[in-house]
Each structure stands twice: as structure tokens, then as C-alpha cells.
């Protein structure tokens, strides 16, 4: 029977984990959203794979672009976990298990935990396949990780702070490797219509620049488990009324398709530039 307990069931499956994929440890986890699947084979050869159903408290994704899989690699001496199949709270799940594939992480060791989405971009100047740094969050989505079920004391208090949610030392790591890419207030929401003109006027007045349907609750997981973030959106569109053209799901994968393998180098060159 599977734990109920969120904490408990993330420590199970990285039991699983470490049996399935032989590897007792990954330090760098990285999240893979939509049309970033394709920017996995510039990682390199996987020193295992294994499908996210075979963990415990992982269902199979319902999106398309989301399939559920788990490569690890190892890169410039880390050992690196790449988790594609993301769930979202729209598909009718909870926050909690939102949040089971980065607590999974995390059991398994991981310190670094890099997310990746894909964005509408407030931002008139910036065309589909613009990749962006993440350097704060509005979590919009009405739910937090943390309500319910109190966590274990090894996870620290569940009043956790989020100054510096997204680490500027990571930040700075990928500039290291690409000096050109801006930053930008991420807007998390539950999706999955995409938001009418109004909301995105909304959204900027907030201080958005990228708006999504992900990552503000992992976050906010990984944070509490003491992990420094990074997070990086992939513009695929132009957000609703920022561009005259109408918006659809066929165009964020094709926008993160394209970008993929150029994506791959830069989470390769990345991890590499991590000390
Ligand atoms: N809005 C919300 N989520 C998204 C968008 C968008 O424009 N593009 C990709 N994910």
C-alpha cells in the first residue's frame, strides 16, 4: 500500500528510484514542461531510464507533450535526475501531487532543482523560442504545497520563507553561460484556458512578464525542502492580446520543439558551469 503521507510517499518512491535506476544519489533535478521533452537527447546518453508509474504516487500524465519518464544522466560529476511527465492542478489533481515529482527529487538528494515551463511572454519585444530566467513568482493559483497534512520536522517549518525563491547564485550560473537571456516575474495560474486580454493587462500592472499554468507550487515544495531553484521559461507564445493572433496548445509544443535542442545546450552547459 502506498504511504499517504506526502513526505512519506516522496521518500518511498526515491527508494524506488535509487533500486530502479542503480544510483543511490542525484544532486540535480530537473522538471521538464511542456515541448521541453525535446531538449533531453542534448543531455546525452541516459545512464538509466525508467517510467514514472513504476514509482509509487505517480500517475500517468493526461497532456499531451507530457509523457512520463525519467532519464538519469550523469554530467561534469553530477548526477542528474530529468523528470518529464508533469502533472498540473487543471488535470484535477492536488497540490500535493503537483508537488511529487520535486519532493521525489529531493529524497533522492537533489540540492538543485532546475524548472522549466513553457510561457506566454508579456513582453512585446520577445518572439516564440525566447528562453527566460525566472526571477520571482506570483502564485496565483489560489493553492499552496504546504496546507494540509503538517510536515515532518526534517522538512522545516511550513511558514517558509520565499525571499530569493528563485537563487540569484543560480541565475548567475546561467549567465555565466548565456550573458543575453532577461529575466522575468513568473505568473502562475490554474489554467488551462489561457487568460483573456484583460487578465494579461492585469497580470503586467502585477509585474508579470511570463505567464504559465506550473512550477509556482513546485517551488514553493523545494524551497520548503531547503533545494535552491532555478527556473526557466520557454516564451512560445505572446500572451492573449499582446499578439493579434489567437492562442493554442498546438503552438507551445511546436514553439518548444523548435527550441528544444538549443534549450538542451543550455541546461547541459548549465550543469556543467555548476560547481
Ligand atoms: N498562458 C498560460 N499558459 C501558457 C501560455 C499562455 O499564454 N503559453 C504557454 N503556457
Known sequence: MPATDPYALAHDAAAQLASLTGRDRHDVAIILGSGWAAAVPELGDPVAQISTTELDGFSAPTVAGHAGTMSSFDI??????????????????????????????????????????????LDPTWSPGQAVLISDHLNLTNASPLSGIAP???????????????????REVVRSVEPSLPEGIYAGLRGPHYETPAEIMMLRQMGASLVGMSTVLEAIAARHLGAEILGLSLVTNLAAGVAPAPLNHEEVLEAGAAAAPRLGRL???TITALP
Open 76 to 121: 561534469a560529476g553530477h548526477s542528474v535526475l530529468a523528470i518529464m511527465g508533469r502533472v498540473h492542478m487543471y488535470e484535477g489533481r492536488s497540490e500535493h501531487d503537483v508537488v511529487h515529482p520535486v519532493r521525489t527529487a529531493i529524497a533522492a538528494g537533489a540540492t538543485t532543482v532546475i524548472l522549466t515551463n513553457a510561457a506566454g511572454g
Open 152 to 170: 515532518p520536522a526534517s522538512a522545516g517549518p511550513r511558514f517558509v520563507d520565499l525571499t530569493d525563491l528563485y537563487a540569484a547564485r543560480l
Open 267 to 269: 541546461l547541459h552547459a
